[in-house]
């Protein structure tokens, strides 16, 4: 853990979070099936750090918009979400523990699992596979990990000497 104290999120910093995550997952950017997936980066990040403010019914909803607004089978990107959030409130104690790099290492799985959903949802519905590029989402993802997690904890960080002298004034 680290020495710096971490004040908790408020609940409008993680809705402009995630509501920004959703407007990249939104953008046009053609259909490049190695590309990352912002919003499931972001809800993993609140699930893992703010499992009490963010967990599956959030994810659900935002799988819905995503899926509405994508056009695709509706339920899709609810249910990656919704596994990918369960999975990562089942290891919000044990991946807080430990440093960025073995975070993602942990986290891994989780968005192989989510990717794996979609891919399967899609093609049972009739579209061709993507090609094995799409694996490399997962990791370009694990790889992001560390610093969309320096991004959306930065607001919430103490200096060291901030705790001192409570109550008095500058």
Request: hydrophobic share 60%.
């Amino acid at each position: 853990m680290p020495d710096r104290l971490i004040r908790p999120a408020s609940g409008g910093f993680i809705l402009a979070s995630l509501l920004l995550a959703l407007l990249l997952a939104l953008m046009p950017v053609g259909r490049v099936p190695w590309a990352p997936d912002p919003l499931a980066l972001v809800l993993v990040f609140w699930a893992v750090h703010a499992p009490r403010r963010v967990g599956l019914g959030v994810a659900f909803i935002f799988g819905l918009a995503l899926d509405v607004h994508q056009a695709a089978l509706l339920g899709q990107h609810a249910l990656a979400y919704a596994v990918l959030v369960y999975g990562a409130i089942m290891l919000h104690r044990r991946v807080r523990w430990f440093a960025s790099l073995s975070q993602a290492l942990h986290l891994l799985p989780l968005f192989a699992a989510a990717h794996l959903i979609v891919l399967a949802l899609r093609m049972l519905g009739g579209a061709p596979f993507p090609g094995w590029q799409a694996l490399a989402a997962p990791l370009i993802e694990a790889v992001l990990w560390p610093f969309v997690g320096a991004l959306l904890q930065a607001p919430q960080r103490r200096a060291a000497g901030a705790g001192v002298g409570v109550g008095r004034k500058r």
